[in-house]
């Protein structure tokens, strides 16, 4: 086109919910590649996919089986001999559903429209009989970054030993200066909060069954039923605010990301994607 090369792919597949932005998959044959552009929502623009060089334009990035585990609820996957995976089309389940934290629900649905009466749950994983280790485990497979595989993606099940499938590429030691992108298991682990409390978990904070994002208040409040009140914090509120509406934005704030950096439309320089530490503390 006008003497510029160009090269064509359709999207395949949609990642991502669209809040902070999505990117975009194609197929070749029963591979997946991801595409070099992708959609970022603050903006309302387009820019490069996480990862990708900021000035050059390749199609041949191929998306394994460990990356549609935490963006897909399932999907059938043959690793071959030259690396490459391969994947069964009509085996994907596109989204995140209940079994990812529920595990497989066949026989739950089986039990229950055979006995419609019966209210107890039935051949289902339930969050409530878990560990505290369980629990957290459940939500590290795909919020503790980028991991070693030790068995083959979508074999772990909620309940079973995370480091049994996969253990951690980073040290758990110096895990508070972690970057603020994908890995809010590791912050949190890190924080005074996590390690002078018995209970806390991501269920101590989030509702994964309600909408309640940018809900501070929620939020704060749940921070306060560990904290009691708000007596405790020195800051000044301005005239008409209320402290204990917002514990979080002092003491979770938005930080910017330095590995996901994106190169907006014509745009000269990159922009860091802003992200809430999960690293409870005192901020400047």
């Not at 090269?7 to 902070?20: D, H, L, T, Y």
């Not at 997946?32 to 996480?50: G, I, K, M, T």
């Not at 972690?178 to 909060?193: E, F, P």
């Not at 917002?246 to 745009?267: E, F, G, V, W, Y």
Request: proline share 6%; glycine share 6%.
């Amino acid at each position: 086109m006008n003497g510029i090369p160009t090269e064509q792919r359709a999207f395949g597949v949609v990642i991502g919910s669209g809040r902070k932005g999505q990117t975009y998959l194609y197929w070749d044959k029963n591979h997946l590649y991801q595409l070099p552009v992708s959609y970022y929502a603050p903006a309302n623009d387009w820019c490069n996919s996480p990862g990708y060089p900021l000035n050059y334009i390749r199609f041949d990035r191929p998306v394994p089986a460990a990356c549609l585990e935490c963006h897909a609820t399932y999907a059938e996957a043959q690793v071959k001999k030259d690396g490459s995976t391969s994947f069964n089309k009509k085996s994907i389940i596109y989204g995140i559903d209940c079994e990812r934290c529920h595990g497989p629900a066949a026989a739950h649905v089986a039990f229950h429209t055979q006995h419609p009466d019966e209210k107890t749950p039935n051949s289902i994983i339930s969050t409530k009989q878990m560990s505290r280790q369980q629990r957290l485990d459940a939500c590290a497979l795909c919020h503790s970054g980028l991991r070693k595989q030790l068995q083959p993606a979508f074999s772990f099940v909620a309940g079973q030993k995370l480091d049994d499938f996969s253990v951690p590429n980073y040290d758990v030691d110096t895990a508070g200066g972690l970057d603020v992108h994908g890995n809010q298991y590791g912050l949190l682990t890190a924080s005074k909060c996590f390690k002078m409390s018995a209970q806390l978990d991501c269920s101590s904070c989030h509702n994964v069954h309600i909408n309640e994002r940018h809900n501070m208040a929620t939020f704060s409040q749940r921070c306060l039923n560990c904290h009691g009140t708000h007596d405790s914090c020195t800051v000044k509120a301005p005239a008409g605010v209320m402290l204990k509406d917002n514990c979080i934005d002092c003491h979770m704030p938005q930080l910017p990301s330095k590995k996901i950096t994106l190169k907006l439309t014509n745009a000269t320089t990159t922009t860091p994607d802003l992200v809430r530490t999960h690293r409870i503390g005192i901020y400047p």
